[in-house]
Nanobody
Framework: QVQLVESGGGLVQAGDSLRLSCAAS??????MGWFRQAPGKEREFLSA????????RYADSVKGRFTISRDNAKNAVYLQMNSLKPEDTAVYYC??????????????????WGQGTQVTVSS
């Protein structure tokens, strides 16, 4: 069993940066992903990282602005978000997958989810 807790969200202005953290307990060596869900919209993939941290993937919407990383010694995964835009406003979720492959961008790939952290970007 894996428990995931996100933190680091908040209210920022357009152009600001935030770093989200995801603390994992239980088995913590799983590949991880970050997703977000805006009001009235479906949950969307943002970024993924494999167990070692050597492989990362990004959605086109955040490529070049967001960076995923992990610190396995601290059982944590991070999402550094730069140049934030009002359209980045959403609840951000981290997730862990038992099996990781070409479907890293799909919600159904992930077995464990955090409760989410709110990010609000004002214009």
């Amino acid at each position: 069993q894996v428990q995931l807790v996100e933190s680091g969200g908040g209210l920022v202005q357009a152009g600001d940066s935030l770093r989200l953290s995801c603390a994992a307990s239980g088995r913590t060596s799983y590949p991880m992903g970050w997703f977000r869900q805006a009001p009235g919209k479906e949950r969307e993939f943002l970024s993924a990282i494999n167990s070692s941290g050597a492989m990362t993937r990004y959605a086109d919407s955040v490529k070049g602005r967001f960076t995923i990383s992990r610190d396995n010694a601290k059982n944590a995964v991070y999402l550094q978000m730069n140049s934030l835009k009002p359209e980045d406003t959403a609840v951000y979720y981290c997730a862990a997958a038992k099996i990781f492959g070409l479907t890293y961008y799909m919600l159904t790939t992930y077995d464990y989810w955090g409760q989410g952290t709110q990010v609000t970007v004002s214009s």
